[in-house]
């Protein structure tokens, strides 16, 4: 079966640093993305990882252990505007497939 | 770039009417995907298309459901008799096709805002 799991819902403090993770058990994969989505918008693209290991940018990075099924987000230097849904996906694709299979998301909220 | 739109925005409708929205993917992305996504859930995939072509449909896909791409580039999706479960944002995405060596792959999906569906 698909099975993604993350944190429901997560408090930081601006200025802080959180850690969102995310573990998988996926048949098949193919990348896992992180997703911010703001409520009643759309997602938009955060970061990818196929390999194993710390993917960063800016004041984001993501970390993938494949062997582990195990990922995760971190943000820097948290701003209010970082208050979001975060989504961890799975992409399972193969011949015959190829769809984004997501967690239910992480809400975290960040206070001044 | 206009990126993934999606129209109507919102739609309410009595049970028992259909319904059918619009989604209109990034210029040249070759794949357009849908997705049905619940308050507090993460989206839940429904429906693919490579071009023209419809690769892949869940089984969250029931008979009520249909999409079509006639023409390789916009999607619609239609619901005929509606249910109140059927309440939900319906996300359209794309991704391009890339080149990576020797191959060519699919990665990120671009999403559109959504349409937001209430059948009352």
């Known amino acids: 079966g698909q099975n993604i799991d993350q944190p429901t819902e997560m408090t930081a403090t601006e200025g802080a640093i959180v850690q969102i993770n995310c573990t998988y058990q996926?048949?098949?994969?193919?990348?896992l993305f992180w997703y911010q989505q703001h409520a009643g918008e759309a997602p938009t693209f955060l970061s990818y990882?196929?390999?194993?290991g710390l993917e960063e940018k800016g004041r984001f990075s993501s970390f993938l252990s494949r062997s582990k099924g195990y990922s995760y987000l971190l943000l820097k230097e948290l701003q209010m505007k970082d208050s979001a849904s975060y989504l961890c996906?799975?992409?399972?694709?193969?011949?015959?497939?190829?769809?984004?299979?997501f967690g239910t998301g992480t809400r975290l909220q960040v206070f001044p | 770039d206009t990126g993934v739109s999606q129209d109507p925005r919102h739609k309410i409708t009595k049970r028992g009417q259909n319904v059918t929205f619009r989604c209109d993917p990034i210029s040249e992305h070759n794949r357009l995907y849908w997705y049905r996504q619940t308050l507090g859930q993460g989206p839940e995939f429904l429906t693919y298309f490579q071009n023209e072509a419809q690769l892949e449909k869940s089984r969250l896909l029931s008979d009520r459901f249909s999409a079509e791409r006639p023409k390789g580039s916009f999607s619609t999706l239609e619901i005929q008799r509606t249910e109140q479960g059927d309440s939900a944002m319906y996300l359209c995405a794309s991704s391009p096709k890339v080149t990576s060596g020797r191959a060519f792959i699919y990665n990120e999906q671009f999403f559109g805002p959504g349409t937001r569906l209430t059948v009352l």
């Open positions: 996906a799975v992409r399972a694709s193969s011949y015959n497939t190829d769809k984004l299979i």
């Open positions: 996926t048949s098949g994969f193919n990348g």
């Open positions: 990882n196929v390999l194993d």
